[in-house]
């Protein structure tokens, strides 16, 4: 097993920062493994430890699910603020 606690807090931050940003494929497979955790049970907490989320993030995404179903998860625009605007806003964003 390998021990916990063997990056420095540099290295730890910047690699929080690269898990927290990518291609929209990317961005859709985390979209898509926090739903599957919240599936088997886990707690919003839970998820955002895993996959190094913001709480508001987590909720967003089920909420947008709820909603829309899995289509809606394609949006590439923050999950939590797809309800504040309209579809000719959403189209501006993803030209």
Same mark, same amino acid.
């Given at each position: 097993?390998?021990?916990?606690?063997? !990056?420095?807090?540099?290295? #730890?931050?910047?690699?929080?920062?690269?898990?927290? /940003?990518?291609?929209? $494929?990317? #961005?859709?497979?985390? #979209? $898509? +493994?926090?739903? !599957?955790? !919240?599936?088997?049970?886990?707690?919003?907490?839970?998820? /955002?430890?895993?996959?190094?989320?913001?709480?508001?993030?987590?909720?967003?995404? *089920?909420?947008?699910? &709820?909603?829309?179903?899995?289509?809606?998860?394609?949006?590439?625009?923050?999950?939590?603020?797809? *309800? &504040?605007? +309209? /579809?000719? &806003?959403?189209?501006? !964003?993803?030209?």
């Amino acid at each position: 097993m390998i021990p916990g606690g063997f !990056l420095s807090a540099e290295d #730890r931050a910047d690699l929080i920062a690269l898990a927290r /940003v990518g291609s929209s $494929a990317r #961005r859709l497979g985390r #979209r $898509a +493994n926090a739903l !599957l955790l !919240l599936d088997e049970g886990c707690s919003c907490e839970q998820v /955002v430890k895993a996959l190094f989320l913001v709480d508001d993030t987590i909720r967003g995404l *089920y909420r947008l699910y &709820q909603k829309d179903g899995i289509h809606g998860l394609a949006w590439h625009g923050p999950p939590d603020l797809s *309800y &504040q605007i +309209n /579809v000719e &806003q959403q189209e501006k !964003l993803r030209s």
